[in-house]
């Protein structure tokens, strides 16, 4: 059964980069095909699609972001990764890594999601 | 503000039959995008229940059924079980936009 596991700070300070990476198990990035994304959820708010990227290397963000968001993946280490710039306390929430359909952007429904890590932006 | 627009909560007693609605536009669910839903029960993470507007994963049971027509995409859930409570979500893509996007969500109580 394929495994998403998220991995990062929990508490940052506004203006700093966050950098979160998403170790996957019981299943290959390489090769097989499927998009790795990133959704994020604010404390008691709703879902918000973040980007994605295929094994090839391959990436849609989410324009909203203002090209604050670089998505990379190693396939080497079974791991992609997020990194967003100048974060602000609007970013506080709680970061979901997933895999997505396999084709962007007709079939890109997240079957399989890791349990999410809280990020707190505070000063 | 949601490009896709879902009822803040529906309700419904147990045994009964709920649908939850998601409202688009001629640039995500009208344009032809597929429309999948998600249960996320408050804790966890969000499970996908319908994919490609009207298809279970295998596991989910058959209480759960989608459909799409036009602009708007709506979940059904029959038989209501107390263990159906929990957050719904749409997710479509929108061209416009250029992104995937999400319903606001629906809190479904089973009173």
């Known amino acids: 059964q394929l495994q998403l596991q998220e991995s990062g700070p929990g508490l940052m300070k506004p203006s700093e980069t966050l950098s979160l990476t998403c170790t996957v198990s019981?299943?290959?990035?390489?090769?097989?095909?499927?998009?790795w994304g990133w959704v994020r959820q604010p404390p008691g708010k709703g879902l918000e699609w973040i980007g994605c990227?295929?094994?090839?290397?391959?990436?849609y963000d989410n324009p909203s972001l203002k090209s604050r968001v670089t998505i990379s993946v190693d396939t080497s280490q079974n791991q992609f990764s997020l990194k967003l710039s100048s974060v602000t306390a609007a970013d506080t929430a709680l970061y979901y890594c997933?895999?997505?359909?396999?084709?962007?952007?007709?079939?890109?429904?997240?079957?399989?999601w890791g349990q999410g890590t809280l990020v707190i932006v505070s000063s | 503000q949601s490009v896709l627009t879902q009822p803040p909560s529906v309700s419904g007693a147990p045994g009964q039959r709920v649908t939850i609605s998601c409202i688009g536009s001629?640039?995500?669910?009208?344009?032809?995008?597929?429309v999948h839903w998600y249960q996320q029960i408050p804790g966890t993470a969000p499970k996908l229940l319908i994919f490609?507007?009207?298809n279970r994963p295998s596991g989910v049971p058959d209480r759960f059924s989608g459909s799409k027509s036009g602009t708007s995409a709506s979940l059904a859930i029959t038989g209501l079980l107390t263990e159906d409570e929990a957050n719904y979500y749409c997710?479509?893509?929108?061209?416009?936009?250029?992104?995937?996007?999400f319903g606001g969500g629906t809190k479904l109580t089973v009173l």
């Open positions: 019981g299943g290959s990035i390489r090769g097989s095909g499927f998009y």
């Open positions: 490609g507007n009207t």
């Open positions: 997933a895999r997505a359909g396999y084709s962007y952007p007709a079939r890109i429904e997240i079957e399989f």
């Open positions: 990227i295929h094994y090839s290397g391959n990436t």
């Open positions: 001629s640039s995500n669910i009208g344009a032809g995008y597929d």
């Open positions: 997710q479509s893509y929108d061209i416009s936009l250029s992104v995937v996007v």
